[in-house]
């Protein structure tokens, strides 16, 4: 048998997603290893090589593209950067996984989409749930008709406020437009939104409404949205990220005519499924590292094994959405 191409990756960014959810993936698939990472604070970037085994360390990006040793680049960065690293990394030849959001904007995600399209190389983005047994078990009850045709989709998802969103002086990233896009909604939406255009194809119709509850920082905390995919299916949305604790939800509905699915997507609760024969609950692990499946498929991609197709083009679509539902789109 052929030996697989070895797949060496560039981390760009080193933050706490790269600690277990996927790090530890890019050295467990057949043919993968890390060999270089970079985060602008150069004693992070030094302390995470020399925890993780990884020969190469930088503080500056292009020299980490630049690493000849360096073949495919993974981007973990805060969402305002993801573009420009990505463009950098495809115009070195190099390919790209990109964590989610693929980008600030919509029309940051079209300019990843060209210069893939025009130097013919890939832009993977990780929405790793699509791969998941977890969600592949909901998909899969839908496949087998177990609630019928399905009439209406809804998502209900409110946390209480984190302790660090009371710190005005010191607010997370991810509550400040100009590096998230957004606020909580522009991170942790996407993988809602994404499942569900994968389980039902391309939202096509959207009208959002976003507002300010909490006056705990700058970006919306409460958005309620509807919409409606390429085949007139309905939907809607509610997030709330300044809600009590009691009313703390994590929630997707699929409205059947012959019954109903309910899952969660951040906390893995038990599928419910809901028919004439009574609620029954289905439990689905996932395995330790949640990005593993995808990253597999990416490196398999990558070695000419198998194809991925989790890449920018189909990632774009969940950006299009939010901004439709921010108003950063007309």
Not at 203 to 229: C, K, M, P, W
Request: charged fraction near 20%; aromatic fraction near 10%; include cysteine.
């Amino acid at each position: 048998m052929a030996e697989r191409k070895k797949i060496k990756w560039g981390f760009i960014g080193c933050g706490e997603v790269t600690e277990k959810k996927s790090g530890p993936a890019f050295t467990l698939v057949e043919g993968s290893s890390i060999v270089a990472v970079m985060s602008r604070n150069a004693e992070r970037a030094q302390s995470y090589a020399q925890r993780h085994h990884i020969p190469h360390w930088y503080n500056d990006a292009w020299q980490l593209i630049q690493d000849p040793e360096v073949n495919a680049v993974y981007i973990a960065t805060p969402p305002s950067s993801h573009a420009t690293y990505a463009i950098m990394a495809m115009k070195a030849g190099k390919p790209v996984y990109v964590e989610k959001p693929l980008a600030a904007s919509y029309a940051d995600c079209q300019r990843v989409n060209r210069i893939s399209e025009q130097t013919g190389v890939k832009c993977f983005v990780a929405y790793y749930r699509r791969y998941l047994p977890y969600f592949k078990r909901v998909k899969q009850l839908l496949d087998e008709g177990a609630i019928g045709k399905v009439i209406n989709v809804q998502i209900r998802f409110a946390v209480p406020p984190r302790d660090l969103d009371y710190n005005q002086h010191n607010l997370p990233w991810r509550v400040q437009r100009d590096i998230a896009g957004g606020g909580y909604f522009y991170d942790l939406a996407p993988h809602q939104l994404d499942l569900l255009q994968m389980m039902f194809g391309p939202i096509t119709l959207v009208h959002g409404y976003h507002q300010n509850r909490g006056g705990l920082y700058a970006t919306e905390d409460t958005v309620s949205a509807a919409f409606e995919f390429a085949d007139g299916m309905p939907g809607s949305g509610s997030w709330c990220f300044v809600a009590h604790e009691s009313a703390r939800t994590d929630r997707i509905e699929l409205i059947g005519d012959k019954g109903q699915i309910c899952f969660s997507v951040f906390t893995y609760a038990p599928i419910a499924l809901h028919t004439l024969s009574g609620r029954e609950e289905i439990v689905v692990p996932n395995p330790e590292h949640v990005q593993l499946p995808l990253i597999q498929n990416v490196v398999e991609h990558l070695q000419g094994l198998s194809t991925c197709t989790c890449d920018s083009t189909s990632g774009t679509a969940v950006n299009w959405v939010m901004d439709r539902i921010l108003g950063k789109l007309n």
